[in-house]
């Protein structure tokens, strides 16, 4: 089995030069020596997997940095939209009431 880990995860950011300080480097030992896997950071990969992916090893191929996307509420934004829009026509109404005693063009 081989060890993977994204190191590229454990730089400091927000640096012009990306540096490994010691802790970042006690934390890439350790995980290597104890086999540690960890989501997002490391996985241990088989050799049978590596050969299916036809021997590539680059890293994303095996660790993926995505963050799951925040599940939406739909019915909950969909209720909120339809409330929304009818206090605009409300508003509107309201306002054009007024744009009509002034003699002013109505708002569409």
Known sequence: MMCYSLTQRTLRERQAANRLLP?????IISTYQFRK????????VSMERIEKEGYNLNISRYISTAKPEEEI?????????????KQINEATEKHNGFLKELGLPLLP
């Open 73 to 85: 509420a739909l019915k909950a934004v969909h209720t909120e939209l339809v409330v929304l829009e």
């Open 37 to 44: 896997e960890k989501e997002r950071y490391s996985m241990r």
């Open 23 to 27: 802790e970042h480097i006690d934390k």
